[in-house]
């Protein structure tokens, strides 16, 4: 007898918490997966710069790469002007 209690409150735990896994889960495939996924491809994505790349910065200024350091990169933004931004406020290549 006190064995089948035991496992009836085994089971009752296991059903109490069945719910938490399945949201833990649910979270993982729809939340966390795609946001890595998206910051894979951003990292490779500045990996790949390279001078005379057309890029947008993440504050909408669009220019051409002139010069790559390691977290620094020279944008030529009209005739005669070019800023240093760093590769991290890369955007987007056009």
Do not use: C, W
Request: aromatic share 6%.
């Amino acid at each position: 007898m006190v064995f089948l209690t035991a496992a009836a409150e085994q089971g009752n735990v296991l059903g109490l918490f069945m719910p938490f896994i399945i949201m833990l889960g649910v979270f993982y495939v729809f939340l966390i997966r795609p946001q890595q996924k998206q910051q894979k491809e951003r990292q490779n994505m500045l990996n790949a710069l390279k001078k005379g790349d057309k890029v947008v910065t993440i504050g909408g200024i669009h220019g051409e790469i002139t010069a790559l350091k390691d977290d620094v990169i020279t944008l030529r933004i009209a005739d005669k002007v070019e800023i240093r931004v760093s590769r991290s406020g890369i955007g987007r290549v056009v």
